[in-house]
């Protein structure tokens, strides 16, 4: 069964993917601040992309910066969408464990494909209770792509909330991507947390 890959990964070496799980959760955050935040992660990111070490270094590295950066756990209650209401607190518990180790898998299958990649910080625009920070990522062989991320402050700090690609929300097409599986199976949780598990099996398999 399929579930579309984070696409943060595809951008730049990991699946920077975010969301804003609830407007209450997220305050007022000035553009600059975003800017200045999306700059320094990028940056971070860059250099350990195209730093020395292991494939296996960078991975750890990667997955601390982007713990660090990223709302994973609020990502993952946003694409879990309406059925977190139906999900026991056994299940949901299993649906963030799963989500965290996509996340893990796909930064590492990234990380061989952007070496050399660089990063630019263009504009930044308030909308809503975030910022859109509008970037341009180059990675060699490959034309210039125009990635967006939103922004907002959450727990007193700047977060990845949602990555915008082509004019398209990775959380919004990751959300519909797992309601999908679920609908397909009767409304049923399980069967999204065993299609997560396959995936990280054959991710596994793959990078053994």
Known sequence: MHLRRFLLGTVIAAPLLGTMAAAAQAQALSADDAK????Q????LV??????GSAADKATQLRTLVNQIVAVDQVGDYVLGRYINIATPAQHTKFQ?????LLSYNITYQIKAY???????????PQGDGVLVDTTITTPGKAPADVG?????VGGKPQIMDVIVAGTSMRITTRNDYASVITDNGGNVSALLTAMQNQINKASEAQD
């Open 149 to 153: 991320w939103d922004v907002a402050e």
């Open 47 to 52: 250099a350990i992309v195209n730093g020395g």
């Open 97 to 101: 464990q799963l989500f965290h180790q």
């Open 115 to 125: 070496q050399g990649v660089s990063f630019t910080v263009n504009s930044a625009t």
């Open 36 to 39: 200045a935040f999306i700059s």
């Open 41 to 44: 992660s990028g940056q971070q």
